[in-house]
Nanobody, 120 residues
Framework: QVQLVESGGGLVQAGGSLRLNCATS????????MGWFRQTPGKEREFVAT????????GYADSVKGRFTISRDNAKNTVYLQMISLKPEDTAAYYC?????????????WGQGTQVTVSS
């Protein structure tokens, strides 16, 4: 079955950096669009970044542009989210997700999430 497993979260001071990883199995990774989302308690899940199957196309939420970078290694079936200049408002559970087509309205598969906490 399809599995997405996030790792790399933790506690970091404001201004610091983290790299999140999302290892996948059970799908033809290079054919899937991958995304990162985040959610804090009581709030809607928020889009963070997306990357095409080839890695040639990326997109970001305005709140993270210039600070976060999404990338993927199709040989390792893994997608990454490099986060720099972290702010307390970046504190959230971060989830990776996969969908078959860039234009698809919904993501088909989700990971269990990894917590990122940024202290001020």
């Amino acid at each position: 079955q399809v599995q997405l497993v996030e790792s790399g979260g933790g506690l970091v001071q404001a201004g610091g950096s983290l790299r999140l990883n999302c290892a996948t199995s059970g799908l033809t990774f290079s054919t899937y669009v991958m995304g990162w989302f985040r959610q804090t308690p009581g709030k809607e899940r928020e889009f963070v970044a997306t990357i095409s199957g080839s890695g040639d196309s990326t997109g970001y939420a305005d709140s993270v542009k210039g600070r976060f970078t999404i990338s993927r290694d199709n040989a390792k079936n893994t997608v990454y989210l490099q986060m720099i200049s972290l702010k307390p408002e970046d504190t959230a559970a971060y989830y990776c997700a996969a969908k078959r087509f860039m234009g698809a309205p919904r993501y088909d598969y989700w990971g269990q999430g990894t917590q990122v906490t940024v202290s001020s």
